[in-house]
């Protein structure tokens, strides 16, 4: 279920909305907090993972983690 909802919003955005690929601003407007909402879940995913690996492990492991860590967060944007 879809709802109605009106937003005010500067030239500028609305310029920048109207280059956005999608049919019409709804779609547009959709997608963008869709992407907006997926990339903050990802940043504390990332948030968690790095604060799990800190956390009491020795230096010598933490920098092997933070390699894997940075393969993780990479192949997760790509999303293989």
């Known amino acids: ?7 005010s ?4 955005l609305i310029a920048a909305l109207d280059r956005a690929p999608g049919e019409n601003r709804s779609q547009k ?11 903050r879940a990802h940043a504390r995913w990332v948030s968690e ?6 956390s009491g492990r020795p230096a010598d492991e ?9 393969l993780a967060a990479e192949a997760f944007e790509r999303g293989d």
């Not at 279920?1 to 937003?7: D, F, G, I, L, S």
């Not at 407007?29 to 990339?39: G, H």
């Open 1 to 7: 279920m879809k709802h109605r909802v009106t937003v």
């Open 9 to 12: 919003l500067a030239s500028e």
């Open 29 to 39: 407007v959709e997608r963008l907090l869709k992407e907006a909402l997926a990339r």
């Open 49 to 54: 993972l790095e604060a799990f690996y800190h």
């Open 62 to 70: 933490q920098g092997e983690d933070l390699d894997w860590q940075a």
